[in-house]
């Protein structure tokens, strides 16, 4: 049966070089083009199918028709999610493993995360407006907080506390700048793709060497950390995880709290570029903490896409999913969807007011059900950090905000705002 035909299909003999060129819009460009939420299309050499829309989620997240397996490229396991994560499991195995890791996000934890996070951001507050009080101005105290920097070790710091992972001041820095690299390496070519193969390096050596200390009983992680649960934590054969998938999954809970600074620089942008949004943010009416933050992470760029291979043939929109085939869900282009958001590239958290929680049409760490789907476990423990770090910004701190430049590029994967948001004069609110 020829349905292909129906399917509009890109031209060109290979589209790497304008996925590279594109970014984010690589697919919302050719939906457009084509008037259509599939198309065909060739990346690396493979042919690839791309979907959008609320329709193209629900079927993506069907895990009878996809699998994860062999989906994600080794570039990105080599840097962002590892190998062997919870990411490239399907089935019996991705349950039970995901399983472990809603274990960790109870509701006792989640609440010593807030904590966790509020203590951090004070003690930051306090050497930021030391720091930009100063007299003695020079290079290397130039009197003003590139926040997205700062936040990087702020998150590190939080991460590990609340994960039970040591973490001694003098090696926070370089810790974080690691954990970093693994976020912006997997979209990088050149130097930034191997800054972050040698960070995963650098990181799965120092968590392998925390969970073989917690198995010997060197390190006593309390029952209910991150550290402890994946230390122990079996497979289904009843043994132990493998020490490398344990490190695995141990930086797959720290690293994405350490990402939260992407979306802490974006949203000091946001209350910025709205001061309302700001004095809103201060009163917090009506959990407006929790609008903000699901608005910053729909309307700034983070994931453009995710991939999964066809497990079993079956036709969708006219179009043959054969058995094995590479399908990218459009995750920026469904974040910004007209048919989905009133307005969608204006920045306004009242939409999430009367929000349904459709769990398909707002993926902006994926979609479909925690507990049998891909949808990322750690999505809670962004929220709440999101939240406290952004509350901070608006209640407790004074800043000034110097000329600087604050566009960030769509065709960058991750993308950041240039100046990475420069402060200064900073005072805390007593």
């Known amino acids: 049966m020829n349905v292909m035909g129906k399917v509009p299909k890109d031209k060109t003999l290979d589209n790497s070089m304008a ?3 594109e970014g984010y819009e690589f697919i919302p460009n050719r939906c457009r083009k084509y008037h259509s939420d599939i198309f065909i299309t060739r990346l690396l050499g493979e042919k690839v199918i791309c979907i959008s ?3 193209a989620a629900k ?3 069907d895990n009878q028709k996809f699998t994860r397996t062999g989906a994600a490229p080794k570039r990105v396991q080599k840097t962002l999610f590892g190998v062997n994560g919870v990411q490239a499991l399907d089935g019996n195995a991705h349950k039970h493993r995901k399983a472990m890791f809603m274990s960790i996000m109870t509701p006792y934890n989640l609440s010593q995360l807030e904590a966790i996070t509020n203590k951090h951001w004070e003690s930051a507050g306090k050497e930021w407006e030391r720091k930009t009080k100063s007299r003695n101005k020079s290079f290397l105290n130039p009197k003003q907080i590139i926040l997205f920097d700062e936040v990087q070790n702020i998150m590190c710091k939080i991460a590990c506390e609340w994960a039970g992972v040591p973490l001694s001041a003098k090696e926070v820095k370089q810790r974080a700048d690691d954990l970093g690299k693994l976020i912006d390496g997997f979209g990088g070519i050149g130097v930034r793709y191997y800054e972050g193969l040698c960070a995963r390096k650098r990181t799965e050596s120092w968590i392998k060497g925390i969970i073989m200390q917690i198995r010997q009983g060197k ?3 309390a029952k209910n950390t991150a550290a402890y649960t994946i230390a122990r934590h079996r497979s289904l054969n009843g043994k132990l995880l493998n020490i490398q998938v344990a490190a695995v999954e141990l930086i797959n809970i720290i690293r994405p709290i350490v990402a939260i ?7 000091a942008v946001a209350m910025y570029e709205h001061p309302d949004c700001r004095i809103k943010l201060a009163k917090n009416e009506n959990n407006y903490n929790l609008m903000f933050a699901q608005e910053v992470r729909r309307y700034f760029p983070f994931t453009p896409f995710v991939g999964a291979r066809v497990r079993n043939d079956f036709v969708w929109s006219n179009c043959l ?10 995750v920026y282009g469904i974040d910004h969807d007209s048919r989905l958001w009133r307005k969608p590239y204006e920045f306004q958290p009242e939409r999430f007011r009367k929000w349904g929680g459709n769990p398909y049409s707002f993926i902006p760490q994926g979609g479909g059900d925690y507990y049998d789907g891909h949808r990322c476990p750690g999505e809670m423990v962004v929220i709440e950090i999101m939240k406290a770090s952004l509350g901070y910004m608006a209640n407790k701190i004074n800043y000034n905000v110097p000329r600087q430049n604050l566009t960030y590029s769509l065709k960058r994967i991750p993308t950041l705002p240039k100046s990475r948001f420069v402060i200064n004069k900073v005072r805390r609110i007593k």
């Open 53 to 55: 829309g609320v329709e």
């Open 219 to 221: 390190i006593e992680a």
């Open 261 to 267: 600074a992407t979306y802490v620089a974006f949203g």
């Open 19 to 21: 996925l590279l060129m």
């Open 59 to 61: 079927i993506f997240y």
């Open 321 to 330: 999913f054969k058995r094995g085939t590479l399908v990218l869900l459009d």
